[in-house]
């Protein structure tokens, strides 16, 4: 069975991936620090608790596993938090990823799936975003993306390293069999937050800037379903598993929704609407974002088969309906999460 390291392999993206991994008949090793990941979600393989800050840790991980391919989603993903603390960004999205590309060159540079993002085109005005679209980011959890995707191009240089880039769009939803999803603590994300609302959980949900130019005055976005990214990763490392030369993929939906339509999706799944609140823009939020997918779907033959906006929102609603449950079997620490 192919051993394949997943860095982040505990988190939200990662975990899904990890799952569509084992369906393919790979083994996931997740390599995580716990700190935005969680151990009841890495159920498919085996666990290396290590910080890819610890450059001896992920080189003896590396050596031990001896992976055929990695999927590197470790990292710090939050815009706002990346503006009033860069460094955290940049030490731990690009010093943590120097150290993992280290390692591997060590034990002969097996290919890379990199997780990045969309926040690397920055503003645009084109309607579909392709991959040829300039990238200007216009925050440091951007740029931190864009100096892993140009670093990554240096090693395949140096050390003859193949990888490829996803640029994620939106991710929502969760596992249709509800045994992970989606739980981040702070939750940001526009979907979790709604339905919390429209559940009661929470007060008015904010609608951030209620007057860009848009149909309806709030923001446009490409929301793509978490299973739909995680089979596009497994499509992507046996590309390279393959054969395959480095490339670069887009991946969403290519529809594009306004917070407005997701809040009235929301209302309409849950069975009650989401109550909300008219507020002020957030920073560094850009009007619409919406993927071309036609390079993914040409390459890799990926089709995003899950990413209806009902079915997004059914799968998180479900989840959030059976996470306490699922978290409550004991041994997995969820006494000392926050679900509520
Ligand atoms: N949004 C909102 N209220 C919230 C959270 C998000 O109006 O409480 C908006 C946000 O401004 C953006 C969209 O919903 O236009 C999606 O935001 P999210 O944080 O889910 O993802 P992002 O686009 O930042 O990756």
Redesign the pocket.
């Known amino acids: 069975m192919k051993k394949i390291l997943v860095t982040g392999g505990a988190g939200y993206i990662g975990s899904h991936t990890c799952k569509a991994l084992s369906k393919a008949g790979m083994e996931p090793i997740v390599f995580d620090n716990l700190v935005l990941g969680h151990q009841w979600a890495v159920k498919w393989g085996g666990l290396e608790v290590g910080d890819l800050l610890d450059r001896d840790r992920i080189v003896d991980v590396a050596k031990k596993v001896r992976p055929e391919g990695v999927i590197h989603f470790a990292g710090h993903s939050c815009?706002g938090e990346s503006v009033s603390d860069p460094a955290k960004y940049w030490r731990n999205n690009v010093a943590g990823t120097i150290n993992l590309l280290d390692a591997l060159v060590y034990i002969n540079s097996p290919p890379v799936v990199f997780s990045s993002s969309c926040t690397v085109y920055g503003i645009t005005d084109v309607d579909l975003i392709s991959e040829n679209v300039a990238v200007e980011p216009i925050n440091p959890y951007g740029e931190t993306k864009r100096a892993v995707e140009i670093m990554l191009k240096d090693y395949e240089v140096a050390a003859d390293l193949r990888h490829i880039v996803l640029r994620y769009f939106?991710a929502a939803g969760s596992d249709a069999d509800a045994e992970i999803g989606e739980l981040h603590n702070p939750e940001?994300?526009?979907?979790p937050?709604a339905i919390a609302s429209a559940a009661g959980d929470m007060k008015a949900?904010?609608?951030?800037?209620t007057d860009y130019s848009t149909a309806d005055g709030?923001?446009v976005?490409d929301y793509i379903h978490v299973t739909d990214l995680a089979d596009a990763h497994v499509r992507a490392l046996n590309y390279l598993l393959d054969g395959g030369d480095s490339n670069l993929f887009n991946l969403g939906a290519g529809v594009g929704y306004s917070?407005r339509e997701?809040v009235d999706a929301v209302g309409r799944i849950v069975g009650s609407p989401v109550p909300t609140e008219p507020s002020v823009r957030?920073p560094g939020?850009p009007t619409r974002?919406v993927a071309d997918t036609g390079h993914a779907r040409e390459i890799l033959h990926w089709e995003p088969v899950n990413s209806d906006l009902d079915n997004i929102v059914a799968t998180a609603w479900r989840w959030y309906q059976m996470r306490k449950q699922v978290l409550s079997r004991p041994g997995l620490g969820a006494d000392k999460l926050d679900v509520s």
């Open positions: 815009v939106n940001t994300h526009l979907i937050l949900l904010k609608i951030f800037g709030t923001c976005r917070v997701v957030r939020d974002l």
